[in-house]
C-alpha cells in the first residue's frame, strides 16, 4: 500500500490509501485484495481508481 502511495499525483498518506479502499471517494473504492493479513492493490486498480473519481 505503501507503494501505492507514490502513484497518486502529489502524494497521498499510506492512510488514505486504506481509508479510500475502506470507505472510497464518490462513491468509489479503490480495489484490493488481501493476503492473509496484507493488503494490496495494483498500478491498474490505482489508475481506474483515479479516473473514475475525476
Same mark, same amino acid.
Given at each position: 500500500?505503501?507503494?501505492?502511495? =507514490?502513484?497518486?499525483?502529489?502524494?497521498?498518506?499510506?492512510?488514505?490509501i486504506?481509508r479510500? @479502499?475502506?470507505?472510497g #471517494? =464518490?462513491?468509489?473504492?479503490?480495489? /484490493? #485484495?488481501?493476503?492473509?493479513?496484507? +493488503?494490496q /492493490?495494483? #498500478?491498474? @486498480? #490505482?489508475? +481506474?481508481?483515479? =479516473? +473514475? /473519481?475525476?
Open positions: 500500500m505503501s507503494e501505492a502511495a =507514490k502513484l497518486f499525483p502529489g502524494g497521498v498518506s499510506v492512510a488514505s486504506y479510500w @479502499a475502506d470507505r #471517494v =464518490k462513491g468509489v473504492c479503490l480495489e /484490493t #485484495v488481501r493476503y492473509g493479513s496484507k +493488503r /492493490t495494483s #498500478v491498474q @486498480a #490505482v489508475h +481506474r481508481f483515479l =479516473k +473514475r /473519481t475525476q
